[in-house]
């Protein structure tokens, strides 16, 4: 009853947390459309500062732009907060279908320490992020090998450096000027309008004005009463101690034929998808047949081997028994270090568990893009409830080895991954601090990560454990000997670290091409859509996982040696470890990261993910095995 208490609180605790992070875009494909007349005030959001060489997330204001009276942050879920988003207001207002020419926003007179801060910013390359009823600001590139066909950059560049007017020594120039068009869909019959674009083309422009600075005065370098904008001036604005900066922007509407159920259609189209499809499909046949072999070879020669077995103890022979049934009696002997196995395959269930429900949420369309932090606030509360069948299982095998103390074992699946992978992330996050960053996990959020694990998750494991624990013993289908058999001397090619290292490649296989689309959307600020591609990825890589551990286990039974339950978890989890080689790869051929404190983080969080994949695969080759030796030790007489 306790246990059942305990359960029934976390529950409406984990109501009060999805409340407080507004979890509600966790159960909804999107927000809901919005209708604007003509005239309606639009306020422009200002998001995140973020740079694809440095991974470091800032917030808006932390440059000295333009300031609202009062700067109101916006509501946001637990995965917005991870993620970095600091969405808040701006000074930029539109009105619905009102073109607006030259607009000033402010006048901004730099010292030394503002100069030095913008400075940075464009010298790594830092874009600004706005937002416009929840669509993303973008900036349409044309491309140069089609026609007519542009391709969208998320956020326009703070500024940039270059020279300028013969000088050789490289100057920083600001985009200080932003020509704004947001595109509509207009309702024939009501009139009323739904924003389907947002776009921006920045400038650079040196800003003169005639008399003294006062709220109605009238730029001489553009023209407010233009229907599009006029530069009046080849001068950019260069960014220098003592330097005056106005800020200035333009907005025009554009009616559209594009309806707002299609209006993120051009933000995933962002590259050119025939490779992207090509490479998977080819991946995916190569996959499938390799296992079509290995299951077709595996299957023949088992029943082969099963018919003999069988045979020979119909016809009493009295024949010294050979290959896999010659170990019978210690095939099932528990291994060294059982309680941790137990651990990894309960936590490898948990983590199963969770990727796999994400997925059939974001094939279903619940964890678009759109939706904003939906994705890691899914994951994170799947993986609080997946608890309780990681003590589950963890228990079921842990009985079966003899053990008797289940509320050790539950407590260790509860604290040993994620303790790990917690004092990795703090350090991480301390690093964060340091640099001052958005990206740095706030105190109060930190605390609900807390909450979440042991005020949610370590109850549910017990409760999984306990009634796992309740559960009668998995009985073993041959009995094991008192004295352990001598394993005889194993050729080179059965060694444990060359089976193992070999046996990791065919699901890295799998899953590398789909891999470099992921690392991209991570690391390089692009958005990935295509759950669906990678949902069969995940098959697959399951089916590759199972087949290859039951391939080299078979193998190693074959060769009289028995000591498997480690082996199998190794093998298919040692996929991870070419998965972090793969990552190192990636890192020196398309990243730009130059800071140390940059490097670190995408090592670190690398780290955590390897090691994530690895009680993943592990899990799923070491089920796969224990399933696969139960079944041929059944199927044979043994006496």
């Avoid at 699946?413 to 960053?437: D, Q, R």
Wanted: net charge neutral.
């Amino acid at each position: 009853m306790a246990f059942l208490r305990s359960q029934s609180l976390s529950a409406v605790a984990v109501l009060l947390l999805l409340l407080i992070h507004g979890a509600h875009s966790f159960y909804l494909p999107g927000v809901a459309p919005q209708d604007f007349q003509k005239g309606d005030q639009l306020q422009v959001k200002v998001n995140k500062l973020t740079s694809t060489k440095t991974q470091l997330p800032y917030t808006y204001y932390s440059l000295p732009y333009c300031r609202p009276e009062k700067i109101q942050d916006s509501a946001e879920n637990l995965g917005e907060v991870l993620r970095g988003d600091r969405i808040e207001n701006s000074l930029y207002v539109f009105k619905m279908r009102e073109p607006q020419m030259c607009n000033v926003v402010c006048k901004l007179k730099l010292d030394a320490k503002t100069a030095k801060e913008f400075k940075e910013k464009i010298n790594d390359e830092y874009r600004v992020n706005m937002i416009l009823d929840n669509l993303p600001l973008v900036v349409p590139i044309k491309r140069t090998d089609q026609e007519d066909s542009y391709f969208y950059q998320l956020g326009y560049h703070v500024g940039l450096k270059g020279l300028y007017s013969g000088v050789k020594e490289e100057k920083f120039f600001i985009h200080n000027h932003l020509a704004f068009t947001v595109k509509f869909h207009k309702d024939a019959v009501t009139e009323s309008a739904r924003i389907v674009g947002f776009e921006v083309k920045p400038f650079s422009i040196k800003h003169e004005y005639d008399g003294k600075w006062d709220e109605k005065i009238r730029l001489t370098t553009c023209d407010p009463h233009a229907k599009h904008t006029v530069v009046n001036s080849n001068t950019p604005q260069e960014v220098e101690e003592n330097k005056e900066i106005i800020f200035t922007y333009d907005v025009d509407f554009q009616e559209s034929e594009v309806k707002w159920a299609s209006r993120w259609d051009a933000y995933l189209l962002m590259n050119d998808d025939q490779i992207h499809w090509f490479s998977i499909v080819n991946s995916l046949m190569i996959v499938l047949f390799l296992s079509g072999m290995v299951a077709m070879i595996m299957l023949r020669t088992l029943y082969r081997d099963i018919s003999k077995y069988n045979e020979l103890e119909t016809q009493e022979e009295a024949q010294e028994e050979t290959g896999w049934k010659l170990v019978h009696g210690d095939v099932f002997r528990p291994p060294n270090n059982s309680d941790l196995l137990c651990v990894y395959v309960g936590t490898g269930v948990q983590f199963f568990g969770m990727i796999l429900v994400t997925m059939i949420f974001a094939v279903l369309g619940f964890l678009s893009p759109s939706n904003r932090g939906g994705l890691m606030t899914a994951m994170l509360l799947l993986w609080v409830f997946m608890g309780i069948f990681a003590g589950y299982a963890s228990t079921r095998l842990y009985k079966m080895f003899k053990g008797t103390e289940w509320k050790k074992m539950a407590l260790r699946t509860a604290v040993v991954f994620p303790g790990i992978v917690s004092a990795v992330f703090s350090v991480l996050n301390t690093l964060i601090w340091g640099e001052k960053s958005s990206g740095a996990v706030p105190f109060g959020t930190m605390f609900a990560l807390i909450f979440l694990w042991f005020g949610i998750s370590v109850p549910l494991v017990f409760v999984g454990s306990y009634v796992g624990f309740k559960k009668p013993a998995i009985e073993n289908p041959v009995k094991t000997n008192k004295i352990p058999r001598q394993i005889p001397e194993q050729a080179w090619y059965m060694n444990p670290v060359f089976s193992v290292l070999i046996g990791g490649i065919l699901p890295f296989g799998a899953v590398f091409i789909e891999l470099f689309f992921i690392l991209t959307s991570i690391w390089l600020n692009q958005f990935y859509y295509i759950f669906g591609f990678l949902f069969l990825v995940f098959i697959i890589l399951i089916i590759t996982c199972a087949e290859i551990t039951i391939v080299l286990c078979y193998f190693q039974l074959c060769s009289e040696d028995y000591l498997w339950w480690w082996r199998s978890y190794l093998t298919s989890g040692s996929s991870a470890l070419y998965l972090f080689l793969y990552a190192t790869f990636y890192f020196f051929t398309k990243l730009e990261i130059t800071k140390l404190v940059s490097a670190i983080l995408y090592f670190g969080y690398m780290l955590i993910a390897s090691y994530a994949f690895f009680v993943v695969t592990g899990t799923i080759g070491f089920y796969a095995c224990f399933w696969f030796t139960r079944l041929i030790y059944s199927s044979v007489k043994i006496d």
